[in-house]
């Protein structure tokens, strides 16, 4: 059985040192696993991205990649990051720099990897998702779809362990919520390993491996997504549950 890439031993996190936002949560992930997160707003789901990208010091507990510490302000952080691709819901490309410009940066710059051989790979990825006509232009000139389709692009040229996915569709209209989806459906049946929060009940249970459910902090539940949407086993995710219409959990 093969050993966790990722493990998350007993995290607490808080913002004044008195209300806990994460309390004593614990899970691992194995190479080739899709974990989706779900819950209602405010229940901590980004804020454990976060913190497992150590953007965000915690107060206790651990986050483990491959055996190493990932610790905010630690010394192998970047190291560690290299290894850790995140995707945000507001995109985080730069508008001064062209599409391919914007994927080129980290692998170039921060890698230190040819850049004609990343522009190979980047034209490659860009096409894979539709969007090698658009290498060339600038973010101001790109759909919602387009730009997260192109932050998804740029953290795959990173060559990263683990991708980390935070609630991406959320800031788009309806109609370009699938494009995106599509690509990350596609990412799941290649075997890439990926933590992904989101509200898609309907995705949710398409792509993932195992559901966390958190709720005021905590994990309340945690099962397969066929288990938790057929039979949660709470009663608290049978509320949240109720929230959806019948067929975006089937």
Do not use: W
């Amino acid at each position: 059985m093969a050993e966790p890439i990722l493990t998350v031993d007993h995290l607490v996190k808080s913002y004044d040192g008195h209300t806990n936002i994460l309390e004593n949560v614990s899970f691992a992930v194995k190479p080739g696993e899709v974990i989706v997160v779900v819950g209602p707003s405010g229940c901590g789901k980004s804020t454990l991205l976060r913190c497992l990208n150590g953007l965000e010091p915690v107060q206790s507990g651990r986050v483990q990649l491959g055996g190493e510490t990932i610790a905010y302000g630690g010394k192998n952080l970047q190291a560690l990051r290299q290894r850790i691709g995140m995707v945000f819901q507001s995109y985080e490309l730069f508008p001064h720099l062209t599409v391919l410009d914007n994927i080129l940066l980290g692998p170039t710059k921060v890698q230190k990897r040819p850049k004609a051989e990343v522009q190979k790979e980047a034209e490659a990825l860009l096409d894979r998702v539709g969007l090698l006509q658009k290498a060339k232009s600038y973010p101001r000139e790109l759909s919602g779809g387009q730009k997260q389709r192109v932050a998804i692009v740029r953290a795959l040229c990173m060559h990263p362990e683990i991708l980390l996915f935070d609630e991406v569709t959320a800031a788009l209209d309806p109609e370009m919520v699938r494009e995106v989806l599509d690509v990350m459906l596609d990412l799941a049946r290649e075997g890439k390993t990926m933590i992904i929060v989101t509200h898609e009940m309907q995705f949710a249970r398409a792509v993932a491996n195992r559901v966390l459910f958190l709720d005021g902090g905590r994990i309340v539940e945690e099962a397969a997504p066929a288990q938790f949407f057929d039979h949660p086993q709470t009663e608290r995710a049978k509320k949240f549950l109720n929230t959806f219409t019948f067929d975006a959990v089937k």
